[in-house]
């Protein structure tokens, strides 16, 4: 592309020309042997290296192009001095850029670690919890079905037995008292009233 480029100018030209893009043509073969070894790796690699090298690498790419047109304006340039400080400074903002991207991704792994673990866990316990409510809900209905069933028959055949009064009322009625004294005076002297 560049020597197609360098034809355009006469012969005695050419030369400096192709000496004027040399580093221009330095980063289109660098980077083009990057592009090369990213899709010439494995499936699985070629992702992980998309995911972990494709923000940093478009960064520094342009950053590179951008460095290399910006120096051909250094001898036009007024505030040369200022201009430069401002490229290192925007490369020292690209690598502090790259190193928190890289950072935010092992965040967001050890996170999503951390979930993976976390959902394998809450499932094992539910798992755990199902199947132990499976085997005692059958014995649970039958201990409070049992429970139930004897509580009722005892209070009440002790109530049955022995006058006993109802734990509902704080303080027994007066046919309560008169049906316990009949009671207990003589059983055969009750009278059903019509």
Not at 19 to 25: D, K, Q, S, T
Not at 58 to 66: D, E, T, Y
Not at 83 to 111: H, N, P, Q, Y
Request: glycine fraction near 10%; charged fraction near 15%.
């Amino acid at each position: 592309m560049f020597d197609s480029f360098a034809q355009i100018f006469p012969a005695q030209w050419q030369g400096g020309v192709l000496l004027l893009l040399a580093p221009l043509r330095w980063l289109a073969e660098v980077q083009s042997t990057i592009v090369q070894a990213i899709l010439g790796a494995h499936p699985a690699g070629r992702l992980l290296l998309w995911v972990v090298l494709l923000i940093p690498a478009l960064v520094i790419a342009v950053g590179m192009w951008c460095t290399a047109l910006s120096l051909y304006t250094i001898p036009f340039r007024s505030g040369r001095g200022t201009f430069l400080t401002a490229v290192l400074m925007t490369w020292w903002d690209a690598g502090r850029c790259i190193w928190l991207f890289w950072s935010g991704m092992l965040r967001v792994g050890v996170a999503l670690v951390g979930w993976v673990i976390g959902s394998v866990k809450f499932g094992l316990l539910m798992l755990k919890n199902m199947l132990f409510g499976l085997v005692r809900s059958p014995l649970t209905l039958l201990d409070g079905a049992s429970r139930s069933y004897f509580q009722y028959r005892g209070s009440r055949s002790l109530s049955l037995r022995y006058g006993a009064r109802s734990s509902r009322r704080s303080s027994p009625s007066r046919c309560s008292r008169r049906w316990s004294k009949s009671l207990a005076a003589s059983p055969d002297s009750i009278r059903i009233r019509g």
